[in-house]
């Protein structure tokens, strides 16, 4: 459910970065990254009652995809700053993008 979630997010974040306004891009560019997540979420197995480190009375769960994850949000907003950046100065240039 996740994985096909996160493949709905991809497909809105494509659509709202093929119309041509500015806040479609940014739309678009947090549609996108929200799906990237939940599809590398998906991808990690999650188990109830599981700790992410080896105990003698629970199983191992991989903490890497957490990890992913994490990295991939920074990564998103840093990415998302970056286009707001841009499209304001393209808007104080005079640009009608």
């Given at each position: 459910m996740t994985y096909v979630l996160g493949c709905l997010f991809l497909i809105v974040g494509i659509y709202f970065l093929l119309r041509d306004t500015w806040p479609s891009y940014v739309y678009g560019m947090i549609a996108l990254g929200n799906?990237?997540?939940?599809?590398?979420?998906?991808?990690?197995?999650?188990?109830?009652?599981?700790?992410?480190?080896?105990n003698k009375f629970s199983e191992f769960v991989d903490p890497?995809?957490?990890a992913l994850v994490l990295t991939a949000i920074v990564i998103?907003?840093?990415?998302?700053?970056f286009v707001v950046a841009v499209i304001k100065k393209l808007n104080?240039?005079?640009?009608d993008t």
């Open positions: 799906g990237v997540n939940l599809i590398i979420f998906s991808i990690g197995v999650v188990k109830e009652d599981a700790f992410p480190f080896i890497l995809t957490q998103s907003f840093a990415t998302l700053c104080q240039l005079g640009g």
